[in-house]
DNA sequence: CTGAAAGCGCTTACAG
DNA sequence: CTGAAAGCGCTTACAG
């Protein structure tokens, strides 16, 4: 996009407010950035002679440029910002982000994402930041990258996860396991699967836990691992569950695949989902068909935000602490920044939230 | 903060990857700006070069500096940014704000505000954005201050009102009027209210609707005009309506209000909030003292952030289009960019939404 | 199609 | 306590 700069009343400068004065520009910048350097009252003279030029002080981009930092750090999301925004986990994340921002005084610069094909990287390549955060992004976007090219600070969050980069997220396939033994332990049999992207290519694919495609997200596949692993160790066969994408980490996209799960034969009669998000859906889907919840269908999600605990019935679910994560993150690229040692990988703690849309299953 | 920038293993630059190849700096310059101002096989022996050497591509603080824009907008929020990612409006907000700035290939810079006493208007100075965002900010913030004074296109949200600026909002008095108009017209003759800060000064006061201060944040004054006048109209003095300010826009904040509204005599028989957040800690305090809504207490909100369609009863409130604002605002700080005409100042429609948290009197 | 020159607005040793 | 000089990394007319 094309801006016009102003012609007419140029802006002043900091050599405007010294000629003005009859200083060097020195002494002006000298006035801003370093009090003790000159006396009080050339001091006063110099921020009088500012105001009265309108002078808002210091550039921040040629300050910026002259002293090596940005001050603000930037956040690349899988999708357009819009959505991020949308979605309850990547907000709790933000919020903890904010705080770790907020303590080092860095503004948080959010970049626009997009669908894979219209992503471009010049976004990142154009972002005045010092460092970036990579909020859960596949394991060959071009946007992680153009940040990798950047050469400055980065951190990771849950994906890709990239041999030697700072990192922070949890064990998704024990995690997984988890919900899918609880399931297991309550006599489900028949079970189906509601996910996330795996391969990043359209039209999703339909699939079952047995097979092991080299999903292009990491999270996705590591929880696929961990639902599977479950099963098989209470003698279900992966094999047998079918595995529905959702091209979106959305709920309407969740009802849709739940729909189509629940129309197969024979029904499942209960159904892991790797959202919350996508959970919400499937409980949507299984009102629209008439099947409560939980006595003719189970559900169990994924992330435990504040809203799971306010549907009909409350959502069983695995906890992660999204919020601690956003605020690690920050700090670990904070301390990058700082130049500390690099930051080791940091696992956060799960755990199951049993609520009351997961029960025994009766029909067998 | 201080960082320490790596002086080991230099970054490359254009002048670098110029002297490598024994052309000027223009020419490296032009391959990645101006593709067709020179031959092709010269770009990629550029390109090829460059990326040998790491060169990650023109650094976008000097480019920024030389061409004289940022790339991003920035935004202003009255609080502690973890605060903004807490408020579901302002999260709707930030929503619609985004769209515009994907449009527009911009990135959102959000800027850390701060608790009154501590706000840092350096963080506003050294922001390297375009333009600023100001949302729902009170009438004499430093920090809007701040952002006049560099000098770059802005628009306000909601407050402050200032003359000349593009603005857009909503007309808080007549929602307000609405709100109050609805219980009274339900037959409520003895009130509440739960404000947010009206005078930006602690300890809180706490006043009636009478009273006409001059308060520091322009909606909040609107709003208790717009209550005070819909109940004037029916016979109910505005001075026998105590108000109870909140320090901060949360649930606990709200729960807190009411309840000692609520130990009042005579108990007020119905509450008007000044926020959706506000109402629901109304709601957590009438289920406390066992008054159930809407029998003993009805109870109105302000915003309708999706919440409140979920709540036990479901919230009654003032619908506001929070994603829309974003948009227009985003798109109107992207014209002035452009610098098209300043755009004119929008105010959005508003509505009652009667759900169930409000009901006809009873007791009298 | 390519390059020399000027300059965006500032900061930082350093010399006085 | 103050100033002259160099330079951060780039882009843009302009001349050839």
Redesign the pocket.
Known sequence: MDFNPKPSE?????????AEL?????????A???P????????ERVLEAAKRLG?????P???G????RAGAIGVLYEDRLSFAFADPAEVLFLRGLSVATEEAGLGLLLLSGAPREERDPAVVGNAVVDGFVVYSMSDDDPLVQAALERRVPIVIVDQPRIEGLPFVGIDDEAAARAAAGHLVSLGHERLGVVAFEILAKTPKAVMDLGQHPSATFRVSRARLRGYAAALEEAGVSPSEVPVHECAENTREEGRRAARELLSGEPRPTAIMALSDQLAFGVLDAAKEMELSVPEDLSVIGFDDVPEAAQTTPPLTTINQPHVEKGLRAGRMLIAQLREEKPPEPEILPTGLVVRGSATRATDH
């Open positions: 140029r802006r002043a400068t900091l050599k405007g407010v010294a009859g200083v060097s520009p020195a002494t002006v910048s000298n801003y950035n370093r003790d350097q000159l006396s009080p009252a050339l001091r002078y808002p002080g210091p550039d981009m040629a300050r440029l002259r002293r090596g």
